[in-house]
């Protein structure tokens, strides 16, 4: 079969989400690094004099604000324009063309770092002027922009003037500026940071921010809750500017008055922002870059926005509002303020909320359509039935199930859209047993609970990093910290290796038990152990046709082991850390990984280069799923979001954030239309993928939420914790009434039920032992695995 397009070797082409906080990293370069690199490698976006800056509605904002300076040769406006010009090519590392510019309008350097542009109206220099010297403004704005051109070597694209005399140029570096100088690429980590120079009073700072917080907290209730979500990222990049210009003293006050203000869910942030006391505790720091390159999004209503704003006009407050042009994005909407706890539902993650446009674009949630089979009836079938009756029974518990439908579903991508294996003899003969199994299946509801299985791994000292059970749960594999991955058997039936090449020539080929011959009675065992890895094993899957086992590891690889013959068959090395996860698509042959590098990687197995590698996230990529049609692929993060990625072309088509911790388990229903999701905060989100909407919110568990399978009809949810119980939750209540009309997509304004302990059917305890597993057999008998805990 034709796989996805390979990426060359030494090219990998990232396949980057338009929405994505931090641009791709290359698969070589550490994340600090690969963050402040890749942040460069772009123009970043010039605050306009116009709202959208901010990513408002089109309202005018403050520009920067001015300082009095000495007479220069230009007008003061004009002096100002220039400025402005000189200012974004310093922020563009556009340094030949800044000194080049600068010698023309015999402008020194001090100047430029003194002057500034000054609020339309507000009274002081060069602000009253309005569209009385915009001739002039324009005049030398061309000049300025010539001069621009000339030193750029013609890679000025736009420039953009206002009322107000505010000019944005928005230049993109060709790699070559006049003189032959080059320009690098990916400037150093000391560029990302230039952003932090232009800084204000540091013994004002504190003022600034307990100004604001007072208005906010004075303001009405409608608009607090909106407007509070303005405290974290504004502490942050205060603090960061306070470093950043070695005031270690004022940073340290600053820091110790505001930190106990911010949501108990920054916690962890905050932990590690407390460790930057120094300049040079910056460069290199993940966490910080994140901040940086990322901007973080707030979504407010147009009448809180227009409160803000009037607010740091009437203050006067620039040093606010430089960090909501610089830093924040604020998606603005028309409508109702968000109560609190809305807005509480949706925050949490690294980088703020998701943009709307973010999750528009349209996505294929529907299942393929299945092949055809004729299911013969066995005497068992028939035992005990009427022979017509029992076809007609099939049928609706076949619908049930979604995957088998005669109808081909009007959500569901092309069959053809991205390449999938053709089905072998061994596939079809495996979807007849499994739809003879689906016959027998137990119709699960709040009526009708499925039984329990667990299995408990006792002594495991090696400690139990991952499990697996295959579909037809006739094999469990367990992933350890002594870098093993042992496989058990848990029918009657042993697991036997194939026999060697000397006793295969001697076997009859055309026989119809064949299969059954080749395998060695010799090496018959309950257990077999792999090795191969060196170090911990965190992440297993199963493929469909159980003749093959994936595992990943710490040491960066991720493994291809034959269940026929126990060994491993390939490596493939693409991760530089530790891999945390990976899992077989639905269909075999495609792959997917993530790891501490902060991207998931597809694979094929008989590639050994990664097909797509899917950039965004910024942090490690804990948890990866398959969509059950295998066009998608969802990925948890320690970032506190998940995403959904394209294979076909690479790009994010979904980002949902709600969850207060890295994200650790994920589930696809089997209908394909809802995602969901267990993080460290101990509830379960669950999300509308067609809509990109959050639909509910488990809560219930008291630690991390490591495992969640939805029963083989999708009418039960299970989940399982680090606090030793299995839940299980209506599903099928969950989804109904769901609100999905265009003003609650368009605004997020979600209203999840204040109390889910409605949707709990039971609650199951074990004696001692974290639930990291959960699995449907074909029958809908609940299987769990964990291993036991003295503790």
């Not at 530089?576 to 269909?587: C, E």
């Not at 509308?688 to 630690?703: P, Q």
């Amino acid at each position: 079969m034709a796989a996805l397009p390979e990426e060359p070797a030494e090219v990998v082409a990232v396949k980057q989400d338009p929405e994505a906080g931090t641009p791709p990293q290359p698969p070589a370069a550490p994340p600090a690094a690969a963050s402040a690199a890749a942040a460069a490698s772009v123009a970043p976006p010039v605050a306009a004099a116009e709202g959208e800056a901010a990513g408002s509605g089109g309202d005018a904002a403050p520009p920067k604000p001015a300082a009095p300076g000495p007479a220069a040769s230009p007008t003061a406006l004009d002096r100002q324009t220039l400025v402005a010009v000189l200012q974004f090519l310093r922020r563009s590392n556009l340094r030949e063309s800044e000194e080049i510019l600068r010698r023309e309008a015999r402008l020194l350097g001090d100047d430029l770092g003194a002057a500034a542009l000054s609020p339309a109206g507000s009274g002081l220099p060069g602000g009253a002027g309005g569209d009385t010297d915009s001739a002039g403004s324009e005049a030398l704005l061309s000049r300025v922009t010539a001069s621009a051109a000339i030193a750029i070597g013609g890679s000025v694209s736009t420039v953009a003037s206002s009322s107000s005399g505010v000019a944005a140029v928005a230049a993109v570096p060709t790699g070559k500026v006049g003189g032959g100088v080059v320009v690098e690429d990916q400037p150093d980590v000391s560029a990302v940071l230039s952003a932090y120079n232009q800084q204000g009073d540091p013994a004002l700072y504190e003022e600034y921010y307990s100004g604001l917080k007072h208005f906010i907290e004075c303001s009405l209730d409608c608009h607090r809750a909106e407007l509070s979500q303005l405290f974290y990222p504004l502490f942050v990049h205060m603090y960061l500017e306070l470093v950043y210009n070695q005031h270690e003293s004022e940073a340290k006050s600053f820091f110790e008055r505001f930190h106990g203000d911010q949501e108990c869910y920054y916690q962890d942030d905050l932990r590690v922002l407390s460790s930057l006391t120094k300049k040079e505790h910056m460069k290199g720091n993940e966490t910080m870059l994140d901040f940086r390159t990322s901007k973080f999004v707030l979504r407010i209503s147009r009448d809180s926005y227009q409160l803000l704003k009037r607010h740091l006009q009437e203050k006067q407050n620039n040093q606010i509002w430089n960090i909501v042009q610089e830093h924040l994005y604020i998606d603005i909407f028309d409508g109702m303020p968000r109560s609190k706890q809305q807005i509480d539902a949706m925050v949490g993650s690294l980088a703020g909320e998701a943009k709307r446009e973010a999750n528009k674009a349209k996505v294929f949630f529907g299942l393929l359509k299945e092949p055809e089979f004729d299911v013969p009836l066995d005497d068992e079938d028939e035992e005990g039935e009427n022979e017509e009756g029992k076809p007609k029974k099939k049928k609706p518990k076949k619908d049930s199930v979604g995957s088998k439908s005669k109808k081909q579903d009007p959500n569901a991508p092309p069959q053809n859209r991205i390449p999938l294996p053709e089905l072998k003899d061994s596939d079809k003969l495996d979807k007849v047993m499994n739809m003879k199994e689906a016959a027998r299946r137990v119709r699960l509801g709040p009526e009708c609970l499925p039984s329990i299985c667990f299995y408990t791994f006792l002594n495991a000292y090696q400690g139990l990093t991952a499990v697996d059970i295959t579909d037809d749960s006739s094999m469990i594999v367990g992933g350890f910290a002594d870098s093993t991955v042992r496989v058990w058997s848990v029918t009657p039936k042993k697991l036997r290796s194939v026999k060697t090449a000397a006793d295969l020539s001697l076997i009859d080929k055309e026989s119809d038990d064949v299969l059954e011959r080749i395998m060695d009675e010799k090496t018959a065992s309950e257990l077999k152990i792999l090795y191969g890895h060196s170090g911990p094993v965190y992440g297993t899957s199963f493929s469909p046709d159980r003749n093959y086992l994936l595992s990943c590891s710490e040491d960066g690889t991720v493994r291809l082991w034959s269940l026929q013959t126990f060994t491993c068959l390939v490596g493939y090395k693409g991760h530089n850390y530790p891999v945390w996860d990976t899992q077989f698509s639905p269909y075999g042959y495609y792959f997917v990984s993530g790891g501490h590098d902060r991207v998931a990687r597809l694979w094929a197995t008989d590639h050994y280069q990664p097909l797509r590698i899917f950039a965004g996230h910024l942090a490690d990529v804990t948890c990866t799923r398959f969509h059950p049609n295998s066009n998608y692929i969802a990925t948890g993060s320690a970032d506190r979001t998940i995403r959904l990625w394209d294979v076909l072309n690479g790009n994010c088509v979904r980002i949902f954030t709600g969850h207060k911790g890295p994200i650790h388990s994920l589930a696809f229903s089997p209908n394909g239309r809802f995602l969901a999701t267990g993080a460290t905060d101990g509830r379960v989100l669950l999300w509308d993928i067609g809509h990109g909407l959050m639909v509910g919110e488990l809560k219930g568990h008291t630690d991390t939420i490591y495992a969640l399978r939805f029963s083989r009809d999708g009418e039960i949810l299970a989940s399982g914790s680090m606090d030793n119980t299995v839940r299980l939750w209506d599903a099928v209540k969950a989804f109904e009434d769901l609100e999905t009309d265009d003003f609650t997509t368009a605004t997020g304004h979600i209203n999840l039920p204040e109390n889910s302990q409605d949707l709990l059917l039971g609650t199951y305890m074990t004696k001692s032992t974290p639930v990291v597993h959960l699995h449907f057999t074909r029958r809908n008998l609940l299987l769990a695995a964990g291993a036991y805990s003295s503790q």
